[in-house]
């Protein structure tokens, strides 16, 4: 009774194994070949512009023209805190 156990979950374990060994092998297979298209997209971003053009709006800074002239900001002078005599 044992033996027929041992033989039949071997058996199983085996079949499953083998499905999907032939699940990955053809998963891999149908993927394996990237299709013209997707090459044309992936490489247009790198051969159309040089790395300057690609970076220029990150790396653009902002700075305002001589022209606008803004009235100083006025620091506020907070009054001190009463001071604390131990009590």
Known sequence: MTKKNYTMN????LAVSVVL???IFVLVAHH???SERVRQDR???LTDSS???RI????Q????SAET???PVKKAVAASPPGRDGK
């Open 69 to 71: 002239q803004r009235e």
């Open 51 to 53: 790395v300057a053009e």
């Open 21 to 23: 060994m032939l699940f």
């Open 56 to 59: 220029k709006p990150v790396g």
């Open 43 to 45: 490489n247009a971003p």
């Open 10 to 13: 071997i058996s199983i374990i």
């Open 61 to 64: 800074v902002s700075v305002p």
């Open 32 to 34: 394996r070949d990237v």
